[in-house]
């Protein structure tokens, strides 16, 4: 356990996002914290998933599922700057289906001036964005080891602190990414903003995270990869489109998303019992088929938004 950490009693209430009111919750899954929830393992990125979970509830007026109650934020901002970060082939797959989604935004990009990545990890995507033409890109990114091992390129482009506003001059970039950040924030509305304000009139804002009502969640329920004790909120198409215009975004486009990982890691983030998988991934560790590229619509999903004037 991380010392100095809060016990449950100082777990904070949460509300929906959307409707600003918890009067509408129903109790999807009760809590499955066990007596040492909260390590730095446990928040870090693409790490095997241990079904270790919030109480989960769902907002019945507009659909939203949220974690409720949460660690507090300064325990979370801890945790975040602690964690660690994957080098491996698998960020590499996600680099390259970023890329793809960006490639294809490009068209609607004003200018390739000013790019920004919030939660860019060791800053692999930023040296895509350089190849996608441009000029200038920058990250944010809480996890000190992360930012330790971004490339000499990139380094010096990534603020090692949580996205907040005042880190940038208003109406600054053409277009800020979020990849598989949303979900684990507790304030999506805070962060929206920020975005809308630090986006030139017309930016674009792309982000990616999970689809809570893709089939392959919908058929898991409590036993997918998804419900685990990194996130907060989980959207479905209805709940993102709704909380971006609500913070002053006309939404352009939202899709599912097609994700290319190797076999291994596939069979790494699927539900199956631990000795089963264990000796799975020995297995694939060690042979070719384990880096076979496998493409698969895994439940995620897209949204490109534009921000109001
Ligand atoms: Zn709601």
């Known amino acids: 356990m991380v010392s100095g950490e809060p016990g449950r009693a100082a777990m904070i209430h949460t509300q929906c996002a959307i409707c600003e009111s918890d009067a509408w919750d129903r109790e999807l899954y009760p809590d499955r914290l066990g007596a040492d929830p909260a390590t730095y393992g446990r928040f870090s990125a693409?790490?095997?998933?241990?079904?270790?979970?919030?109480?989960?509830?769902?907002?019945?007026?507009?659909?939203?599922?949220?974690?409720?109650?949460?660690?507090?934020?300064?325990?979370?901002?801890?945790?975040?700057?602690?964690?660690?970060?994957?080098?491996?082939?698998?960020?590499?797959?996600?680099?390259?289906?970023?890329a793809q989604y960006v490639r294809e935004t490009l068209p609607l990009v004003k200018e390739r001036a000013r790019m920004?990545?919030?939660g860019c990890g060791n800053g692999f995507f930023l040296e895509e964005a350089i190849g996608l033409g441009f000029a200038e890109v920058y990250g944010v990114e809480p996890s000190r080891q992360a930012?330790?091992?971004?490339?000499?390129?990139?380094?010096?482009?990534?603020?090692?602190?949580?996205?907040q506003e005042g880190l940038y001059p208003?109406?600054?970039?053409?277009l800020i990414c979020g990849f598989q950040v949303l979900d684990h924030l507790t304030r999506p509305n805070e962060l929206l903003q920020v975005c809308r304000?630090?986006?030139?009139?017309?930016?674009?804002?792309?982000?990616?995270n999970h689809d809570v009502s893709a089939w392959t969640n919908r058929i898991l329920g409590e036993r997918s990869p998804i419900i685990d004790i990194e996130h907060t909120y989980l959207y479905d198409k209805k709940t993102m489109m709704r909380i971006f215009c609500k913070n002053g975004f006309e939404v352009l486009r939202i899709f599912p998303v097609r994700n290319e990982y190797p076999l291994a890691y596939w069979c790494k983030m699927a539900p199956l019992p631990t000795w089963l998988k264990?000796?799975?991934l020995s297995v694939l560790r060690r042979s070719p088929c384990g880096r076979w590229i496998m493409p698969m619509r895994a439940g995620n999903l897209g949204i490109l938004a534009k921000a109001g004037g």
């Open 46 to 98: 693409r790490r095997q998933p241990d079904r270790v979970h919030y109480r989960m509830v769902r907002c019945r007026k507009c659909g939203l599922v949220r974690s409720d109650p949460v660690l507090p934020d300064e325990e979370l901002a801890r945790l975040y700057q602690g964690s660690t970060f994957n080098y491996g082939e698998e960020s590499v797959c996600a680099r390259l289906t970023y």
């Open 278 to 280: 264990t000796r799975l």
């Open 147 to 163: 930012v330790e091992a971004a490339s000499p390129k990139v380094r010096d482009r990534i603020k090692n602190e949580l996205f």
């Open 197 to 208: 304000m630090l986006l030139e009139p017309d930016g674009l804002a792309l982000f990616i």
């Open 170 to 174: 208003s109406g600054w970039f053409t």
């Open 116 to 118: 920004l990545e919030i």
